[in-house]
């Protein structure tokens, strides 16, 4: 009797511990594929570096690390992208990338985010994941377009999107976005919301001991606001500290706010404009925290409150939801498809509707009752569609269209 041998797909991994929502998105990724995948398909991580931060070696993933120098990074360029070299490559130096997925046997390989190395595949399929494209959204931003970032991001998008056989997003005006701008068929372009990162999800029992050496640690005010971001111009930190100074000057409400993240250069800016506007001692910056820190957190807080100014998927209000506290999120276009009711809508570029906003939520117990339990359902909603179905359904595809041509027999 003949055996089709499974399927090796290959999660590819070459984002930083501390970049935050990448890299929470990673680990609740291999969740999902590990509940999902049901011994269908042999699932390996590939990983860049060590340097990373990851701790893959936890996962009960094999796992392999694989990095290129500059030198080969350009062959394998050169090799897929440049129209002579193409034509000329196999007297050129050996596609490093390719010949170690060979070795392994990879059939797919999944970039869990838009990665330059899916500009140096020439035969593996690959399926890959883009949570937005602000780089053309929201140009006004340097993190987005400055130094180059805008091509660098474009020319993977451009170069890389049209031959992927997926691409996985997580909310339909990103989708429609991914489609108008790179001319890529809808039908190629699927939808999976993001969700609590690991440490929240599987939080069930408050320990009371971390939870007071917590805010021993921190030195956390007893009653605050929580706002987990990156500390980048586009999450808005200083409209927030003008709605501190305006709940102060025109409410007389001496709210605090901690904030989390990583940063990248701009944290500083931030702090000097809190002391100069007079609000220092209500605006906390705490570095990125280890996960088993985040679930308290939030436990503490009163309200999240998000104003940013791109977006509009990120992961820390899926988050609140679980952790059952109320959320102050923007306006963005789009959002409401992504959140329905279940957030206190506000203007991110007004703090006096900010600040109104933290007031009503502050003062309206009924208001955040109702905002809990609606968050509970959209994420139980969420849950309940199990979309991580969609990435082994591409994968069956992909795997029932390669054998009409695939003769192989163990």
């Given amino acids: 009797m003949t055996n089709i041998k499974k399927e090796k797909i290959a999660i590819f991994v070459d984002t930083r511990r501390e970049s935050g929502g990448e890299y929470q998105h990673l680990l609740y990724t291999l969740d999902n594929i590990r509940k999902n995948n049901n011994g269908n398909f042999d699932i390996i991580l590939i990983s860049i570096s060590k340097k990373l931060n990851l701790n893959l070696e936890k996962e009960d993933f094999s796992h392999f690390y694989f990095s290129m120098n500059f030198f080969e990074r350009f062959i394998c360029y050169l090799r897929n992208l440049n129209p002579i070299v193409r034509r000329l490559k196999n007297f050129f130096f050996k596609n490093k990338f390719e010949h170690f997925l060979k070795k392994l046997n990879i059939d797919l390989v999944y970039f869990t985010s838009p990665s330059q190395y899916s500009l140096y595949l020439e035969n593996t399929k690959f399926i890959i994941s883009v949570p937005d494209v602000d780089h053309l959204v929201h140009l006004e931003f340097p993190e987005f377009v400055d130094n180059s970032e805008f091509f660098r991001k474009d020319e993977i998008f451009r170069k890389s999107l049209p031959r992927a056989q997926a691409i996985i997003t ?149 988050e609140a939801f679980k952790m059952e506290v109320p959320v102050i999120f923007s306006n963005l276009t789009g959002v409401k498809d992504v959140y329905g009711d279940a957030v206190y809508y506000i203007n991110p570029l007004d703090p006096y509707n900010i600040a109104e906003a933290i007031k009503n939520l502050l003062e309206n117990d009924i208001l955040v009752k109702n905002l809990i339990e609606k968050g509970k359902k959209k994420l139980e909603e969420m849950k309940s569609k199990d979309e991580y179905k969609k990435l082994f359904s591409i994968i069956k595809h992909y795997k029932k269209i390669k054998q009409t041509w695939n003769f192989e027999k163990l």
């Fill in 170 to 318: 997580n909310a339909e005006i990103i989708k429609k976005r991914i489609s108008r701008f790179y001319n890529i068929s809808k039908e190629r372009i699927y939808i999976i919301s993001l969700r609590p990162c690991r440490s929240v999800e599987q939080f069930k029992i408050i320990d009371h001991d971390l939870n007071k050496k917590i805010e021993k640690k921190f030195n956390l005010p007893k009653t605050y606001l929580f706002y987990p971001a990156m500390y980048l111009p586009h999450k808005n930190h200083k409209t927030l500290i003008d709605t501190l100074k305006i709940l102060k000057l025109n409410y007389k409400l001496d709210v605090n706010v901690v904030c989390t993240g990583s940063d990248v250069g701009y944290l500083k800016k931030i702090k000097e404009y809190s002391i100069k506007k007079g609000v220092s001692n209500n605006i906390f910056f705490l570095n990125f925290v280890d996960d088993y820190i985040l679930p308290y957190l939030y436990l503490n807080s009163k309200a999240l409150i998000f104003p940013v100014l791109a977006g509009p998927t990120f992961t820390p209000p899926w």
